[in-house]
């Protein structure tokens, strides 16, 4: 019943914040893993934020602030809405449909939006980058400030990944959530709140972190490579057999 669903959801959260903290804990063990091509990727994703600080920030900034301040606030009203909102709806209908991997998804990004949302406040203590309306320029780092990553930005885009990983990625849920998620930032960026790098970094942050959460526990889903049986009457000798696949 709904009551049964819902321990168990409960359950599975707190299972996974365990486990979720001590696979995030023993990544510097796996680096053996990273291939060249990871570290290429991570390269040039990460490189975007400071060649968008130094190149795109301004001019973003002058065109976003054609926004009016109740046109921005609506934007960051309907993407933090509606990527949050579906959420809920996605838990809803996996209860109703009894579809775990629904729920369960829908978790993970809860604990993913969690997890983001620490990561952008020790950001912001680290990095004390001063706002565009503070009006010292988009390199204004180190200074005390809030800017750099957005507090209300990140949240979306953990929950944008989120709602593409329910739907497998599917374009039709993957753009939306993402273009909503986009939305918020250019409302915050409207209201003068944060440069588009703090955007950028904020993508970077929310939707990584999620897809970091949902790779672990896909990890964990995966068979063990070591197999024991019992060895059956009539075999030659009565024990164990023990497999190992690698």
């Not at 009006?135 to 180190?142: I, K, V």
């Not at 993402?178 to 003068?192: E, I, P």
């Amino acid at each position: 019943n709904l009551f049964h669903l819902l321990a168990d959801d409960g359950s599975y959260l707190l299972h996974s914040l365990y486990s979720d903290t001590g696979d995030i804990l023993k990544l510097p063990l796996r680096i053996q893993e990273v291939t060249l091509v990871d570290i290429l990727t991570a390269t040039v994703i990460i490189g975007t934020i400071p060649a968008t600080i130094y190149g795109l920030d301004d001019p973003l900034r002058r065109n976003a602030k054609n926004i009016s301040d109740g046109t921005a606030g609506h934007l960051t009203a309907i993407g933090q809405g509606t990527t949050m909102g579906s959420l809920g709806v996605i838990y809803g209908w996996g209860l109703y449909s009894r579809n775990d991997e629904a729920r369960h998804a829908v978790l993970t990004g809860v604990e993913g939006i969690g997890l983001s949302s620490l990561l952008t406040v020790g950001i912001k203590a680290a990095f004390g980058r001063k706002r565009p309306n503070a009006g010292e320029g988009p390199r204004a780092f180190f200074k005390s400030g809030q800017s750099f990553i957005s507090g209300d930005t990140t949240p979306t885009f953990a929950a944008a990944a989120t709602i593409s990983e329910a739907f497998d990625y599917h374009w039709w849920a993957a753009v939306p959530a993402y273009s909503l998620a986009v939305m918020t930032g250019v409302g915050r960026m409207g209201k003068d709140a944060h440069w588009a790098s703090d955007i950028l970094g904020s993508a970077l942050v929310g939707a990584g972190t999620t897809e970091l959460l949902f790779y672990l526990h896909r990890q964990r889903e995966k068979p063990t490579s070591l197999i024991i049986l019992p060895m059956l009457p009539g075999q030659r000798a009565p024990g164990l057999s023990v497999g190992f696949n690698w």
